[in-house]
């Protein structure tokens, strides 16, 4: 299998503290790869790092050519969810996600409430999105991760905020996504999700990578 995505010797340090040290790891095209471990870990931090959102303090990240745009200056065909991004608050989430694909206009309205549709969240509700809870919230976030086809999925806590019946509904969806050959990064505290969704699992322990049973 090829690997998609590739880190090696890569190191990150805040204020606080490091972080992260001497990762290496490779993301397989069309694998679902937990990543686990406790709260401030770093499990946020690895997948900015995979999408270079953040820049290692040493070591280096590859991204296949395939997923990033024409100047190689970020990974175009990422769908991610890191800390939730950053909606309007006074537009509906169907809105919300207009303006996204205004910015490649790769896909229209059809996509935009089909996305919605496969989260379990009405492209119709007039509610806006600052009277939206948690949990629809993170329908929105994930809605916009796929509403584009993107081919690699980065996802963090994607069953955050969820009840039950939307987990169950989103753990089927991720599979579904798999089946088509999207690759799938995740992370998880729950062994439902885990047990369920991922094919191979990694585990952040004293700022290092290493493998998880």
Known sequence: ?????????VSKKFRTGSVLED????VLEGERLAVTGANG???????????????????TVFIDDRFQSPRKSF???????????????????????Q?????RRKIGDREIR?????????????????QYSLGMKQKLALAQ???????????????NALDEESAVRVRALLLKLSEQGRTIVFCS???????EVATRRLAIVNSRVVKSD
């Open 23 to 26: 990762v290496d790891l490779e």
């Open 114 to 130: 089909s996305a919605m549709d496969q989260v379990g969240l009405d492209s119709g509700l007039r509610q806006r999105v600052g």
């Open 1 to 9: 299998m090829t690997a998609i995505i590739r880190l090696s010797g």
């Open 75 to 97: 990974p175009q065909e990422f769908g991610i969810v890191i800390d939730r991004p950053g909606f309007q608050a006074l537009r509906t989430g169907f809105e919300n996600l």
């Open 189 to 195: 505290h729950n062994p439902e999700d885990l047990d």
């Open 145 to 159: 991760a796929i509403m584009e086809n993107q081919q690699v999925l980065l996802l963090d806590e994607p069953f």
């Open 99 to 103: 303006e996204l694909a205004r910015i």
């Open 41 to 59: 870990t770093g499990k946020s931090v690895l997948l900015r790092l995979m999408c270079r959102l953040l820049a290692p303090d040493s070591g």
